[in-house]
């Protein structure tokens, strides 16, 4: 049996299942989907434990039958007005243009760089517990080698199961501050440059507790590979 990934499964389910209460429990059809497919992993995560080798088969939905549509009665037919004689009108003679000067166009305005992220104040995160979120084994067999492959960009390698569980778990459940992170991450050159920022985001929003090093280390894993 896998317990890291179990483990994870349980946080990520906890993460959507909170998330639902800010929405007033609305249930959307994405994150009913997340939630089967989460809960799905983690049976079968147990379930090999006892030899099974399928998952349950949900129960089939009622269906329900629409009540019939109400049908109008059909409509009488309106009378026809009588037609409306046209009244002569005096027409006007169209106004004289008076030349207008020539427009300057205006000055080309200079972009500034946009402003680094919004984020809370910060907590007081020890940096010594920050500092070894940036320790990782070595790859040792195929699989992990290949989930350290290059990536291009961070907000198109991201999955919408990671992008729901970094805003809940990382950034303080703001969907804003994780994509303009990711905005600032994909401007560096090497995970060198990013370490300060990252520790900066550890600090404000306290990767380093014991409940959020797992994912903190998976979300710097995952912008290390931007500099591969």
Same mark, same amino acid.
């Given at each position: 049996?896998?317990?890291?990934?179990?483990?994870?499964?349980?946080?990520?389910?906890?993460?959507?299942?909170?998330?639902?209460?800010?929405?007033?429990? &609305?249930?959307?059809?994405?994150?009913?989907?997340? %939630?089967?497919?989460?809960?799905?992993?983690?049976?079968?995560?147990?379930?090999?434990?006892?030899?099974?080798?399928?998952?349950?088969?949900?129960?089939?939905?009622?269906?329900?039958?629409?009540?019939?549509?109400?049908?109008?009665?059909?409509? &009488?037919?309106?009378?026809?007005?009588?037609?409306?004689?046209?009244?002569?009108?005096?027409?006007?003679?169209?106004?004289?243009?008076?030349?207008?000067?020539?427009?300057?166009?205006?000055?080309?305005?200079?972009?500034?760089?946009?402003?680094?992220?919004?984020?809370?104040?910060?907590?007081?995160?020890?940096?010594?517990?920050?500092?070894?979120?940036?320790?990782?084994?070595?790859?040792?067999?195929?699989?992990?080698?290949?989930?350290?492959?290059?990536?291009?960009?961070?907000?198109?390698?991201?999955?919408?199961?990671?992008?729901?569980?970094?805003?809940?778990?990382?950034?303080?459940?703001?969907?804003?501050?994780?994509?303009?992170?990711?905005?600032?991450?994909?401007?560096?050159?090497?995970?060198?440059?990013?370490?300060?920022?990252?520790?900066?985001?550890?600090?404000?929003?306290?990767?380093?507790?014991?409940?959020?090093?797992?994912?903190?280390?998976?979300?710097?894993? %995952?912008?290390?590979?931007?500099?591969?």
């Amino acid at each position: 049996m896998d317990l890291q990934q179990s483990r994870i499964l349980v946080k990520k389910i906890n993460s959507l299942y909170n998330s639902l209460d800010l929405v007033e429990g &609305q249930l959307s059809s994405i994150e009913r989907d997340l %939630m089967l497919s989460y809960l799905r992993q983690l049976y079968d995560i147990f379930a090999t434990t006892d030899g099974a080798t399928s998952a349950p088969t949900p129960p089939a939905r009622e269906v329900v039958t629409p009540a019939p549509k109400y049908q109008a009665p059909p409509r &009488q037919p309106e009378p026809t007005p009588e037609p409306v004689k046209p009244v002569a009108t005096q027409q006007t003679p169209p106004p004289v243009q008076q030349p207008t000067a020539p427009v300057t166009p205006p000055a080309p305005v200079q972009e500034r760089p946009a402003p680094p992220p919004s984020r809370p104040a910060a907590s007081g995160a020890p940096r010594q517990a920050l500092e070894q979120l940036f320790t990782f084994k070595k790859a040792g067999d195929l699989s992990e080698k290949l989930s350290e492959s290059p990536i291009a960009d961070l907000n198109k390698a991201m999955s919408i199961n990671d992008r729901l569980l970094y805003m809940n778990e990382l950034f303080g459940r703001d969907m804003r501050a994780l994509e303009d992170s990711l905005q600032v991450l994909n401007r560096y050159d090497n995970i060198d440059a990013a370490r300060s920022f990252l520790i900066s985001l550890g600090e404000q929003y306290d990767w380093g507790q014991e409940e959020r090093i797992e994912i903190a280390q998976s979300f710097i894993r %995952m912008v290390r590979r931007r500099y591969s």
